[in-house]
């Protein structure tokens, strides 16, 4: 890399809390997508919390499952967390299925500085990816509400931002994402010295 | 309030994040000392985040009841979002009755930068004071697993501090609770210039 190159790099510091909130189908991308802004957030020294939607349940929603209204509460909890961290100055990076509009945009309502990301891959690709094996069980009956084979997915109607994982690799999709947050003036940069 | 008095008074600012976890009895004075502390922390432009017990059971524990295992599970939620918190810089003050030493001790290990302070009232007194009006209603066999009533409280062992809300007032423990702070370097105070 020149000296030249180097020169254009972007630095990104923080601006004010915020939450990046993921949405998409199991397998869509949304947890690679969350580490890689998360680490490129990280290295401007900017203060990130993900919040997974496996870990989430395990340590919020142990015991919910995943009718609708147990969907939404724990998509609620995570809103609540996210609202404490982002009025709090840190970037919260969600990445939930979270599958019914509605609540997705009370959480928006409730957490205000929210920044809507669909992370979108089509339901044959993510069944061809199968990262955790489990669209396999779910087509064969095995899992009963899954999102997407036996359990509806409400796309965003407005977000700020889509991103295609089918068209694009992680890096792009990643830029794209700091590129909106710059934008919406969430974020502050500017090259480096 | 003379000139001198004014230029001895403390100016508190921020060290790092850690939890302020208030355990005590229903009654004890857990949240008006949570809010005496919190208001004279946000004076020093101090970031605080108050996790009143009612208001997380609300958030993020409703459908639990007060059995052991929910109580504990309530109590780890709050730890966990305690953590979040803390990690990211925030002052975090709890003023949940948690009863179980065990889970307390837990969420310690859990959070690190934790100070556990003992709200001490006794039963008589928080009976008298009956500030919510369930100690009449446990007493009347009303309310079943009420602390201190019909379920267990087991005070802690190695508290950082005791206060003793029957001998001291409000703003005699808040100061104490922050003296303690600054003691063991959670917070750093100066006098104001």
């Given at each position: 890399m020149t000296h030249g190159q180097l020169a254009t790099k972007?630095?990104?510091?923080?601006?004010?809390?915020?939450?990046?909130?993921?949405?998409?189908?199991?397998?869509?991308?949304?947890?690679?997508?969350a580490t890689a802004v998360a680490d490129e957030l990280r290295r401007g020294g900017v203060r990130v919390e993900t919040l997974d939607g496996d870990e989430v349940r395990q340590n919020?929603?142990?015991g919910l499952g995943f009718s609708r209204e147990d969907r939404d509460t724990n998509i609620r909890r995570i809103g609540y967390v996210a609202k404490?961290?982002?009025r709090n100055g840190v970037v919260v990076?969600?990445?939930?299925?979270?599958?019914?509009?509605?609540?997705?945009?009370?959480?928006?309502?409730?957490?205000?500085?929210?920044?809507?990301?669909?992370?979108?891959?089509?339901l044959e690709e993510c069944v061809r990816r199968d990262t955790k094996g489990l669209y396999a069980r779910a087509l064969a009956g095995e899992?009963?509400?899954f999102t997407g084979v036996s359990d509806p997915y409400e796309e965003p109607l407005a977000p700020e931002l889509v991103i295609d994982t089918e068209r694009e690799d992680v890096a792009t999709s990643a830029?794209?994402?700091?590129?909106?947050l710059l934008e919406l003036d969430y974020l502050r940069g500017g090259p480096d010295a």
């Open positions: 972007r630095r990104i510091t923080q601006g004010r809390g915020f939450t990046l909130w993921l949405t998409g189908l199991s397998g869509a991308g949304k947890s690679t997508l919020l929603s142990k404490l961290l982002t990076i969600s990445a939930a299925i979270s599958p019914y509009r509605a609540v997705r945009n009370d959480v928006r309502r409730e957490i205000g500085a929210f920044v809507e990301v669909h992370v979108k891959a089509s899992i009963a509400q830029t794209r994402v700091i590129d909106r």
